[in-house]
């Protein structure tokens, strides 16, 4: 069973366009970290956030911000006022308390069109 | 955070040939692993670099094909033997510094491509 599930496998937005990413988890342990990264067509994979199962504190960063819902297993993720440079693909992951792996999901490739 | 470099930063290889991966972190890390991403796919988990000892291999993957060596705690290298087109991928390089938190950072990758 995936543990990772992002549904959306491509979004088209206009520039300043609200874009949400959707993520939805799965996992047995009590504790664990979920994270969301993004990936440019350069192909680098930049960390953005990091949350643990303790946590459940929605976070603004800038344009960017995140929503944790342990009630439906979800850590989605919104960019306000999209920016052509924001076009990338985006990864949520999970890693749980128990063992090192990361479970990443398929990834959503977000395109931004001035 | 970790600064992690990999060399060569892409290549095109023959089929049947092999080519070796190095990542270099600048602090020493415990976690070492290295990722295959194909065009257009997630991440998928090759092995866990464990200094000192063998690399422990995910499901599909196996020693001979992607050989690993992590001679001390900041540098470990994977090689992709034999080659075919199927390789073809972007190879990333992870380390993962514990804490407080788990958090993962990733190499710039390698972009491989195989004729």
């Known amino acids: 069973a995936q543990k990772v599930t992002q549904a959306q496998t491509e979004i088209s937005v206009v520039e300043k366009e609200d874009v949400t990413l959707d993520c939805v988890y799965e996992?047995?342990?009590?504790?664990?970290?979920l994270f969301w990264y993004k990936q440019p067509p350069s192909g680098e994979l930049v960390f953005l956030i990091r949350?643990?199962?303790?946590?459940?504190q929605n976070e603004i960063s800038g344009r960017y911000s995140w929503n944790f819902q342990k009630s439906t297993s979800s850590f989605n993720f919104t960019i306000t006022a999209s920016q052509v440079v924001d076009s990338a693909v985006y990864f949520c992951?999970?890693?749980?308390?128990?063992?090192?792996?990361?479970?990443f999901g398929t990834g959503t490739s977000l395109t931004v069109i001035p | 955070s970790a600064v992690i470099s990999q060399k060569p930063s892409r290549d095109i290889c023959q089929r049947g040939t092999s080519l070796t991966i190095q990542c270099q972190v600048d602090?020493?890390?415990?976690?070492m692993f290295w990722y295959r991403q194909q065009p257009g796919q997630s991440l998928t988990l090759i092995a866990t670099?464990?200094?000192?000892?063998?690399?422990?291999?995910e499901s599909g993957f196996v020693i001979d094909k992607f050989p690993i060596s992590r001679p001390n705690l900041t540098f470990s290298t994977l090689t992709v033997s034999n080659m075919s087109p199927e390789d073809s991928s972007i190879y990333l390089c992870?380390?993962?510094?514990?804490?407080?938190?788990?958090?993962?950072?990733f190499g710039p990758g390698t972009r491989l491509t195989v004729l």
């Open positions: 949350r643990n199962s303790f946590d459940e």
């Open positions: 996992t047995r342990d009590t504790t664990y970290y």
């Open positions: 992951a999970l890693s749980e308390n128990t063992g090192n792996q990361f479970y």
């Open positions: 602090s020493q890390v415990t976690m």
């Open positions: 992870s380390v993962v510094e514990t804490g407080v938190y788990n958090e993962q950072f």
């Open positions: 670099a464990n200094q000192g000892s063998e690399a422990t291999y």
